[in-house]
């Protein structure tokens, strides 16, 4: 009896060993388990496509998310133009003036979304970037006289299927970051229209920007942004102060004129 005993333990130990040499070499998409004890995550959950609210970010490599064509310009715009602008830029950076548009929408710093039936506000993690409201409940433009024009100039906005058209015009031609991706640079007259779209079941926010200045584009110059959803734990951060006194980093931005 003892030896038939034996003979069942010895028989049930071989059998769990067996098993267990077969299980560690089931790859996961065949039933097993990553690191052998954890399921795999499950999917995010189904996002309504108008729902742009959240935190995003650019990618931190400048080659990701970013398609940037180069500009076709005028005549007009000369290299001597162009480098005044470049320099009232450096100058714009030095004493920390808000950046205004196009040069608030391409930061390396988190943006977080918020939008209603009336507005979107877009805010950011740095002093120097004012947030920026979207009217979605105006269909015109304000009047000049009742508009004062900034860097940011007057957004409305309305959907196109699931598409939000943002349309800003009534710049202020001298306040902030006037260059623009690509090349070309921010006058009063120019005309932005920008297309927000959810793209990968809202985990990515694409952004095609196009500006039109007959005064500086042959045309129209678009060039596209994509941003990453930031994970769901993130939590937002004091924003990044911009110090105009701070004497070593003037005297960095002034080494390395200014970018």
């Not at 995003?56 to 064509?69: K, Q, V």
């Not at 349309?167 to 007259?189: A, C, E, K, V």
């Not at 930031?230 to 924003?239: F, I, Q, S, V, W």
Request: net charge neutral.
């Amino acid at each position: 009896m003892r030896q038939w005993l034996n003979g069942i333990a010895i028989a049930l130990c071989v059998f769990a060993f067996s098993t267990a040499a077969l299980w560690s070499q089931v790859p996961a998409s065949e039933g097993g388990l990553p690191g052998g004890d954890r399921p795999p995550p499950p999917p995010p959950p189904i996002v309504h496509p108008r729902d742009l609210s959240g935190y995003w970010a650019l990618p931190p490599n400048p080659a990701d998310g970013r398609f940037i064509p180069d500009a076709a310009l005028v005549p007009a715009v000369t290299r001597q133009r162009l480098a005044e602008v470049a320099a009232k830029d450096r100058e714009a950076v030095r004493y920390c003036n808000q950046v205004g548009l196009p040069m608030a929408m391409g930061l390396g710093f988190p943006y977080n979304i918020r939008i209603t039936p009336h507005f979107m506000v877009i805010l950011t993690q740095y002093s120097a970037a004012q947030n920026r409201f979207i009217y979605l409940d105006r269909k015109e433009h304000l009047a000049d006289e009742a508009y004062d024009r900034g860097g940011y100039g007057d957004s409305i906005g309305h959907w196109e299927g699931n598409v939000l058209v943002v349309d800003t015009t009534m710049f202020l031609p001298d306040r902030g970051i006037l260059s623009i991706p690509g090349g070309g640079f921010r006058t009063g007259n120019s005309h932005l229209v920008e297309r927000f779209q959810l793209l990968k079941n809202g985990q990515v926010l694409q952004l095609v920007s196009t500006w039109t200045d007959a005064s500086v584009f042959k045309g129209s110059h678009s060039y596209e942004y994509r941003y990453n959803r930031m994970p769901r734990d993130y939590e937002a951060r004091l924003g990044l102060g911009c110090d105009p006194y701070d004497a070593d980093r003037a005297a960095f931005l002034a080494k390395g004129k200014g970018f």
